[in-house]
């Protein structure tokens, strides 16, 4: 089955430490993104890749870091350095980010939790 | 900047009501608007897509429609079900930029 997937469901962190969110696709989309999601808001962009190699920073990219290796793959880092990341991770994919008749498809989410 | 705001924040309806959730946004040049369903704790499943030269779609029980010219989006769900509860999502523009979402809750 063709997908999005996400790892782990839940993830713990402590203070000073840095964690890294998985996120894999097997649609062959060029386009993928990382949202965050916090209680009474809607989702911020925190960065998005269109291709292998290339990524740019969304609305909330500070105390984040992503790679783009492989085109299946765009993992996010959560560095030290961001403040108050506990929150709700999506991360989503698009066939290309060039198209707007494209329809993003999302992953079931990572929760993460400072502790 | 593109904004997107989604009225009303929340709503509570019996079951068999016919409902319209509202999308606003501020950049007529909007490309498409995407509607999306949310599930609590999980991801977002898209529902429908309306390209910028269209003015609505249909899926079921579900037609969105869009009007650039008064930066406005309508979801309306007929016939409306307890499995319909969850938070609808709307968002604009290819990076989409989302709205805060419409909690339903449709009791039995």
């Known amino acids: 089955d063709g997908g999005i997937t996400q790892s782990p469901k839940y993830l713990f962190r402590k203070e000073g430490q840095n964690v890294t969110l998985s996120c894999e696709q097997n649609?062959?989309?060029?386009?993928m993104y990382w949202y965050r999601q916090d209680p009474g808001q809607g989702l911020r962009l925190i960065y998005y890749s269109q291709i292998v190699n290339d990524f740019q920073k969304g609305d909330i990219a500070e105390g984040y870091s992503v790679s783009r290796e492989k085109k299946e793959s765009f993992p996010l880092t959560v560095t030290s350095a961001q403040k108050n990341p506990t929150a709700f991770y999506l991360c989503a994919s698009k066939s290309s980010s060039g198209s707007y008749t494209d329809t993003q498809y999302f992953g079931p989410g990572t929760r993460l939790t400072v502790l | 900047k593109q904004e997107v705001t989604q009225i009303p924040a929340a709503l509570s309806v019996p079951e068999g009501e016919n409902l319209v959730l509202n999308c606003s946004f501020t950049?007529?040049?909007?490309?498409?608007l995407q509607w999306f369903r949310q599930d609590p704790g999980k991801g977002l499943t898209s529902l429908l897509l309306?390209?910028?030269?269209?003015r609505e779609q249909t899926s079921g029980r579900l037609n969105a429609s869009l009007d650039k010219s008064s930066g406005r989006s309508t979801l309306y769900i007929a016939a409306s079900q307890p499995g319909d509860s969850a938070t609808y999502l709307c968002a604009g523009t290819d990076k989409l930029i989302f709205g805060t979402g419409t909690r339903l809750q449709v009791f039995p």
């Open positions: 649609l062959n989309h060029d386009a």
């Open positions: 309306i390209q910028s030269s269209q």
């Open positions: 950049d007529s040049a909007i490309y498409n």
